[in-house]
């Protein structure tokens, strides 16, 4: 059983929108004159709370004002919110649908139809008028509305689909909903994938597992029409015995205040990234694998939002997030969007164990490191992309 749901009916006229966390002010956002965003921290959580960017909005007093590219106007952790690919188009669908011209949807009303239903912990007020509906839904019969929205433009369930998949990033088809209990996203293939698509990507999350990379439970859910569809356990969201507990994310462009769509990014600045945000080898360690992994399997599709950090409110730090959409990803002609040591192709293991050392890894740890990953693809049937 999937439960989910939701219907925009109206869209207010947002002058200003209150962040919030936990049910917990975090600050306000407005349009400066300049028509991006502009940030405030609350009182109380200058007080109490901790920087949601520590690169960009540090926690003290002040105004921020976001620059106009190449956010079109958004910090990164606000952007970090809104949908992206599948869940974009959704929305500005659906706005179409209900005679409103999407390019005429400003930046606050984007992130008031997000709501409380984004990626992450951050909520925002006042949202666009939300109805909750229960769904009952038959995957095969959601994966063939999918393919008919984007072969037709049309679909009799779009709302529905919205409810299920409008707060979503990534370009494949995609919902949120829960099974047994538990927040999931469930992915169909697009256009240009084959049918086993689904297969593949969970093989490969199994493989990852095996190579000593921290993944969220994946599942193969089962269909009539196919392989199956993959399903990946959301790690932004943990539900307790006193209810849904949620987990502030910021992606690697979030921080850097970049856009996944630039192939700007560098293995070894991530690697300083995660350094000055989080201050632990053993998380650069985690980074070094993920890179060795993304290259042998040739995932070249490793853009900026596909690194996310997740804040651990408990011991009060920052840590890399679990790791995802891990897929054989050819890239654009032929290049990793994230290169290493400024190659996008052709990368040897010289390369990689170079952005190691210089993380702090010794070389001896990133030789193995990089053997035994290698080692591993190849016996899953894989030729190492090196």
Not at 39 to 49: P, V
Not at 52 to 68: M, T, W, Y
Not at 129 to 134: C, K, M, T, Y
Not at 346 to 355: L, S
């Amino acid at each position: 059983m999937m439960t989910g749901g939701a219907r925009v009916d109206a869209l207010p006229d947002v002058q200003r929108l209150h962040v919030r966390f936990d049910g917990h002010p975090v600050g306000t956002l407005v349009l400066s004159a300049a028509r991006t965003l502009a940030f405030s921290y609350d009182s109380d959580w200058l007080r109490n709370g901790f920087s949601i960017s520590p690169l960009s909005l540090p926690l003290r007093e002040g105004v921020f004002v976001a620059k106009r590219d190449p956010l079109n106007g958004m910090f990164g952790v606000f952007d970090d919110s809104m949908p992206d690919g599948w869940g974009r188009l959704l929305t500005d669908r659906l706005l179409r649908q209900r005679g409103m011209d999407p390019y005429a949807v400003g930046l606050l009303q984007r992130l008031a139809i997000v709501g409380s239903g984004g990626m992450g912990a951050l909520e925002y007020e006042p949202e666009a008028v939300l109805e909750n509906e229960p769904l009952c839904a038959d995957l095969d019969d959601i994966a063939r509305e999918c393919a008919r929205l984007l072969e037709t433009d049309y679909s009799d369930d779009l709302d529905r689909l919205f409810a299920l998949g409008g707060s979503s990033g990534g370009a494949r088809p995609k919902i949120m909903t829960a099974v047994d209990g538990e927040d999931w996203i469930i992915k169909f293939p697009s256009s240009m994938d084959s049918s086993d698509i689904g297969e593949r990507e969970y093989e490969l999350s199994t493989l990852a597992r095996a190579c000593g990379i921290d993944m969220p439970e994946t599942r193969l859910f089962p269909s009539r029409t196919c392989s199956g569809y993959f399903g990946v356990k959301r790690f932004d969201r943990v539900r307790t015995t006193s209810g849904l507990s949620k987990v502030h994310m910021v992606s690697a462009g979030g921080l850097l205040e970049t856009s996944h769509r630039l192939a700007n990014l560098d293995y070894g600045l991530l690697m300083r990234l995660i350094m000055r945000i989080t201050d632990s080898a053993e998380e650069c360690e985690r980074l070094y694998r993920l890179m060795c992994f993304n290259v042998f399997i040739g995932n070249r599709d490793d853009h900026a939002k596909n690194f996310s950090y997740l804040y651990d409110l408990g011991h009060e730090r920052w840590r890399l997030s679990p790791a995802y959409d891990l897929t054989e990803n050819p890239g654009i002609n032929g290049e990793h969007t994230t290169a290493v040591a400024g190659k996008g192709h052709g990368i040897a293991v010289v390369d990689m164990v170079g952005i190691g050392v210089r993380a702090g890894i010794t070389r001896t740890r990133c030789l193995s490191i990089a053997g035994e990953i290698r080692d591993a693809v190849a016996s899953a049937g894989i030729t190492p992309k090196d």
